[in-house]
């Protein structure tokens, strides 16, 4: 079973930075396609950004810029690194996978969330 586990939400001021982290695990020797979602207060979730299995990337226009998606293999970790914040980054922020592929090329399809964690940016 693919798990993924959140950290690294927190309070910081306008224009502070974070670094969100996600690891997961489950399937060994396969290479996840992961994506970051968010959900503020009394909205929908909505896209962030995601990394494909070959390690391309593409962002949310409201994030394009200031933040930066990235993956450690080795330490089975897809980070979310943010730089100057606005309020209305705040909100719940979730880990997502839609599958993995292995080396050989064959694909699993599968779709987790993580818990969240919460990042909150005030004035």
């Known amino acids: 079973r693919v798990q993924l586990v959140e950290s690294g939400g927190g309070s910081v001021q306008t224009g502070g930075s974070l670094r969100l982290s996600c690891a997961f695990s489950g399937l060994s020797g396969c290479f996840y396609d992961l994506s970051w979602y968010r959900q503020a207060p009394g909205k929908e979730r909505e896209y962030v950004s995601r990394i494909f299995t070959n390690l391309s990337t593409t962002y949310a226009d409201s994030v394009k810029g200031r933040f930066t998606i990235f993956q450690d293999n080795a330490e089975n970790t897809v980070y979310l690194e943010m730089k100057s914040l606005k309020a209305e980054d705040t909100a719940i922020y979730y880990c997502?996978?839609?599958?993995?592929?292995?080396?050989?090329?064959?694909?699993?399809?599968?779709?987790?969330w993580g818990q969240g964690t919460q990042v909150t940016v005030s004035s």
């Open positions: 997502k996978t839609d599958g993995c592929r292995t080396w050989s090329g064959r694909w699993f399809d599968f779709k987790y």
